[in-house]
């Protein structure tokens, strides 16, 4: 900008010498401001588009966050049931633990209801 305003100073300074060259001069000197204010505002559409990248950016840490205590909470639920459930099967009689496997057998892997009666 700076720039623009001396070689706008040092042209008027040499107008007095040549019209047509000033006239040339000042017709650079509107274009390359215009091109300045165009740069500024991409510059700006810019800025607004990293601060909203940004702006996404934090709320999937969040949300990351969030989904990552769910399944920390999902995972020591699932080692509770499969404690209780292994707790109930010990009073279970042979044909008792293979419906149970029977019913659980897609959901658990490995069956260890399976194992337990295989033991006895």
Known sequence: MEAAKKQSQSYKDERSANPDDFKAMREEITISMSKVRHLKSKCAAKENQAKTVETKLEAMKKQSEVLLLQYDKAVEDNRNLKNQLQDISKGL????????????????????????????
């Open 93 to 120: 009689s042979f044909a008792e633990l293979e419906i149970v496997n029977f019913i659980f057998s897609e959901q658990l892997t490995p069956c260890f209801v399976c194992d337990r009666a295989s033991a006895k």
